[in-house]
């Protein structure tokens, strides 16, 4: 079953196998073919390109521009982060607070100082000198926050615990010097640090923000010479002082910034944001840089750039799709503009095949009726390309077949009277023939030798000349012929007129056209020898040369002028038109007729190739040489069946 079903698709295979050769088509199928390749192909590899290419740029100018907006909000919250450093430093610096830090000022709290019931810190002291050193530092310390009014809080610890600050105080009477930002603080010497959010910190502040509402940094101060820890200045930074430098960047239409410590945790995040934090692994580990990741479904295209100050990292977020956004506007004009070019593309190209294959068409729709006979049609284009002229030579070709058509219908004609006068020629010798014999016998029984075989002569003519109607005799039976009338006409010229005949031996029995000599000789005889002076000759012979017989009757007669020669050569070029030109003029006892009637009936029989040729000289003679086929049992039995 699977090999019949293989042999009956195969043949629909092949078909369809031979639709994709080329020419199996239609013209005009082929021309729309090419053309839709050659214009819309290049169209559509090159749109392919463009898209490829505007893709790539836009990529990279939309990845470009989000890492200098994320520079410039690198270089303003170094800004921030430096006025802070700033800040410790001159805190660091001022002699009242270096003065607490020895110990020789009253702390605002501390584990030296007692919280009432009431939440209050009671001062340890209550020496009137040292509440003033504490306001004025307070007061320093104000200075700063109005300055600057998003710092939320600042505090200088001692090493005992204590404390002084502005907004800031501890939760409970725990040593702060215990806590992990003290310690940080305290193992760099003298280094501003930036802790980011604070976590399970003992402070909170008159405000009270929350963790994730303030941005802590811290310095320790020390002393220049003993590199000893005198005491850490911590400083509450507001969130929104970066949020501000942040959250007004958009990337896209739901694209955002976030800025993210070192560990990846977020510092700042917008409310709908799709990460919470940055896995470390995510960035690989360099300064900035680009990656897509899949978050909860979403591919997500990050930008990121590290700050060296701060060593945050602020993250470009947003979706990929919307990142193309533009691309796809792009490629949604490039497709309406290959549609546009496809559509021109197939209307040109079908326009043009018709504008090409139409004529093409026509032409076939006229071949087809001059096939059948109706050569009457003709092209009417104007066009001037190859069609045009292809449509043009149609018209002559047929011009030339009507009138070919025409000729050979003239021809015909013209052969059909030939053989009529023929026939009509050889009833009158027949007669003759049988009354000539008649006198013939009576001659011979009278003894009347030279009347008998004038006679005789005479009448041999007539029979040969009749050949019982056959237009092709024997070669021998046509030199008897001559030899016989030029007897007839010597009994006329008597010793005026002499001949000789010479043959090849071969030649006797091929067929050949009856009454070639006669005309010609009767020629010699009239227009040479008898307007000749004296005796004249007429030689005769019969040569076999490669595939013709050379018929040659040449007389010593008074030739002809040589403007009568080419006279003679120019009718007998065309010798049926020139036949009719003298029956017209009933002149067919001219000099020409036989000579012309017997080049008419060779054209006729076996083509222009074959014919008479003629020479003569003024007062030599004349010499008619005729080129004959050599013809074989075929056309002798033509002859034989034309006989019957």
Known sequence: MLNNHHKQSRPGLQRYLQWLRPGSLELRYQLVILFLLIGILPSIILGFLVNWTVERVVDQQVISNTLQLIGKVNQSLDNDMENLQNTTYLIGFNQHVRHFLAGGTEADGGPSRQIGDDGEVSPAYSNPAADDQLYEIKQFLQEFTTLYPEIAGIMVVNPQGDYISNEMYARTNENLTKESWYQQAAAREGVFTILGHPYGRNITTHVNYADEEVVSVVRSITDPESRKVLGVVLIDLKLRTVAQAVRDVKLGKTGYLMVADADGKAIYKPEHSYLSSLPSDWTDQADSGTAVRNVEGKELQLVYRKSSFTGWQTVGVFLTRESASEVRQIHFYVICFLFLVGLIGVTAS???????????????????????????????GRRHDEVGMLGRSFNRMLIQIRRLIRLNELREKQKREAELRSLQANIKPHFLYNTLDTIHWMARKKGADDVSEMVEALSQLFRIGLSKGKDIIQLDEEIQHI??????????????????????????????????????????IYHGIKARRGAGHIHISVRQREECLILTVQDNGVGMSQEKLQELREKLREPLRAMELQSNRMEKTGRSYGMLNVQARIHLAFGDAYGIELDSREGEGTKVTIRHPLLGEQGWNQGEETDR
């Not at 068409?361 to 087809?368: A, I």
């Not at 006329?492 to 009454?515: A, H, S």
């Open 350 to 380: 079908v326009l043009l095949s018709q504008s090409i294959t139409g004529p093409i068409r026509q032409l076939m729709s006229f071949m087809r009726t001059a096939e059948s006979g109706d050569l009457t049609v003709r092209y009417s």
């Open 483 to 524: 030899k016989s009338y030029i007897q007839i006409q010597k009994t006329r010229y008597r010793d005026r007129l002499t001949f000789t005949v010479e043959q090849d031996p071969e030649t006797g029995e091929f067929p050949v056209l009856k009454l070639l000599l006669q005309p010609v000789v009767e020629n010699a």
